[in-house]
């Protein structure tokens, strides 16, 4: 298998009329993990949700590639069957269906017809994911997401990671509202995912997840886009010192995406 590659090219996503990402470049190769840091209105969920097809955000100009294919043309499904995958920063409810169903039919949704994951191996697999990110087994029949805490949608947004072993996974805030032990159940679970064939996207507000996530690339957002980029390091120095000295440095006066025309 050839190395998975997300490539960003001069994205431009509007809602209801207004441009919030304006010129996002990105490339993602497998074996990568990124990070997006930036302050709140940056644009940050609104570039997940437009990658994902999220119909609400309109993408005017520029162009998404996985593996050399435009996934701008695709459909949510497609883009699921690309290999992409988004853990949500607020993950919805759903309720009537469980956990279990919900898991199974996203694998499958995934694969071709004829191809699908028999009953055995699925719920031997999530049982070990499960029990990796130390969920309680009754969370396989509960609602989606129903009446879950913060920090359990988000460790279920991790298992649904583990089971559907993505090309690519964006983590929206995957580490907020979590426990110090959650928090490193869940970098376990992202780590075991490295390797080759997976590359992932971590827009995160807190260097101590990274702590434990040690990205190859950080990022930070303002404006919607990329007005800075480093290594580990410059998660640190956010860390300690903050985003004025960025703007400061860029000649930012608001970085949200708001005001400036
Ligand atoms: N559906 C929408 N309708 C109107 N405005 C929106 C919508 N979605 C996003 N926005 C606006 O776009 C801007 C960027 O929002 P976004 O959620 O992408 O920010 P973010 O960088 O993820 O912030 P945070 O760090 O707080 O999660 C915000 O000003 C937000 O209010
Ligand atoms: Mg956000």
Not at 52 to 81: C, N, Q, W
Not at 82 to 95: D, R
Request: with cysteine; proline share 2%.
């Amino acid at each position: 298998m050839t190395t998975p590659h997300l490539k960003i090219e001069d994205l431009h996503v509007s809602i209801d009329g207004k441009e919030i990402i304006k010129g996002f470049n990105l490339e993602i190769k497998g074996g990568e993990i990124h990070a997006i840091m930036g302050p709140n209105g940056t644009g940050k969920s609104t570039l997940a949700s437009a990658i994902m097809g999220h119909p609400r955000y309109e993408v005017t100009s520029g162009k998404v590639f996985v593996d050399g294919e435009d996934i701008l043309e695709m459909e949510v499904d497609e883009r699921a069957k690309a290999g992409l995958f988004l853990a949500m920063q607020y993950p919805s409810e759903v309720s009537g269906v469980t956990n279990a169903d919900f898991l199974r039919s996203s694998i499958n949704a995934r694969r071709e017809e004829g191809d699908e994951i028999s009953l055995m191996k699925f719920i031997r697999k999530m049982d070990e994911k499960m029990a990796e990110l130390e969920m309680d087994e009754s969370f396989s029949q509960r609602y989606l997401n129903e009446g879950f805490s913060g920090g359990e949608k988000k460790r279920n947004e991790i298992l649904q990671m583990m089971m559907i072993e993505p090309k690519f996974a964006i983590l929206d805030e995957i580490d907020s509202g979590l426990d110090i032990d959650a928090l490193k159940l869940v970098s376990n679970g992202v780590n075991a995912m490295r390797g080759n064939d997976f590359g992932c996207l971590i827009i995160t507000h807190y260097q101590r997840l990274l702590n434990y996530i040690t990205p190859d690339h950080v990022h930070v957002m303002m404006q919607g886009r990329i007005v800075k980029s480093g290594g580990a390091e410059l998660a640190h120095r956010l860390e300690a010192e903050g985003y004025d000295w960025v703007k400061e440095e860029l000649g930012i006066e608001d970085e949200t995406v708001g005001q400036e025309a």
